[in-house]
């Protein structure tokens, strides 16, 4: 059984289609990115989820319960921690009062661990706190309870990048300890750097679920080729060869028009028939890199921007 | 249980404090006043000289004494339309204004279903409710004393109780408005507009033909006159107040639990 099971779930506000028909799953254990520009459907996934609003069509199971059923799914928030996308407390309470409402609720286990990780100013009023420390906050209320699983709605936003790695390396034990995550993003190195696997979501449809590595592979290699000597075209004449850019300088002696001797290129194919095909030349440097995840996210969505 | 009473419930002591005070000083003031204005006046004139609707708003039965007069000018006045609209006001922004400032995920991400939040943070406005109705008579009983009028106190008492579910029901009022609508302002609006709506229905219309349609008015149920002049309690009455209560608390919950937030 999936920590988190869509079926067909959808929400149709009538103008417009903010989920349509989701159907995927989260197995136990993983760490599932869910990735998507804003406005794609991340966060109204989510709130569906946790029974903030109501499918239009189609359930979903959260951890066995189906989000229909009002008094099992929160029974089942003892279990489950949630950091929202615009975390928000009682402006007039410390961080202190905060937590302790929240511990007299669902408890409090692992509250001092991670006042030690993330540290917000317990005796301020949250009125006086940054975006970055009322998402500390929310960083210790989502796991003071030790939920089996948790959901983030873009849980970096506001983090300094010593915290955000803090929190990544955290995350990273809390998986091996068993928990499930499921984190929403448009932040595509973030995903890359933390998650086994990734679904794709664009304008409230569900575009892909791939192993992250899958969607390394699919979106290919960039290949960089400097040759102290001429290649001719033919080299790049192949199939999976993409946004071919080539030059050659004056003093190294090439017809522009049928030899290179500087190129990029995206290779979608096996990278080792492509290395067979090289000539026998003095190469100055050959790189072969991964393609960046923001390319990966360009290529789903055609181009638009947000990525 | 009841986790959510206790934070709100300490949430509300500053203001409940300043509450009481300020009702208190108005208490103070009314039965300072007294001796002054039956002394330079014939009250039962100043009765008269009021215009008949006005009369009947303030449901105003004599002045001639220091019961009627606090009847009109700290209970019908004070309690009746103050206090009544400010629990309105104060409980429309319970669920609207958490929805408004998207705090309502935060909250409802805890294991804590709609009707239960709705409940508990309802049963918090005990605490201003039970501060102003414990401490104004004690100032009332003193203030009385100190001009040498004497008040009976079991009439006193009876009063303060019997407002207790009158002041909850306009607070159903404004928690009714606050699931109803997302932003705590409107909801505000809104339920100052409907218990004040209704207060002057039930008074205006009282004696004519229409007078049937003040029965949903809670202000129908509780007469700081019957219980100051005649020491007669209307426990009935009390007891559609508490009924109006749990009818609107439902009726919110339901509406809470079924809505998108």
Redesign the interface.
Known sequence: MGAIELDGLTKDYGDVLAADDLTFTVDSGEIFGYLGPNGAGKTTTI?ML?????PTAGTARVLGNDIRD??AL?????R???L?D????????TGA?ILD??A???GDERRAELLDLFSPPLDRRVREYSSGNVQKL?LV?TFMHDPELVILDEPTGGLDPLVKHRFAEFLRAECKRGVTVFFSSHILSEVRRLCDRVGIIRNGRLVTVDPIETLLTRSGKVVRINSAEPIPMDFVDLAGVHDLETSAPDERGAETATEFTECTFTFTGDINALLARLPNHEMVDVSIEEAPLEDVFLRFYGGEDDA | MLEFARYDAAKRIRGSVYLSVGISLLAAFAVWAYPSYSQAMDMTQLREAFPEPLIRAFNIETMASLEGFLSVELYMFGWIILLGLYLAYSAASIIADDIDRGRMDTLLSMPVSRPRLAFERFTALGVPILAVNVVTPVVVLVSAGLIGESLSIADLVALHLLSIPYLFACAGIGLLASVIFDRASIAQRVALGVTFGIYLVESLLSGTDYELLGVLAPMRYFDPNEVLLDGTYDLLGAAVLIGMTAVLLAVSQLYFVRRDI
């Open positions: 709130r946790l029974g903030f609003i109501k009002r008094r929160t029974e089942a928030k003892h489950i921690g949630h929202s615009d975390q928000a407390f009682d402006e007039q309470a009062e409402l929240h007299a609720v669902k929310g209320t």
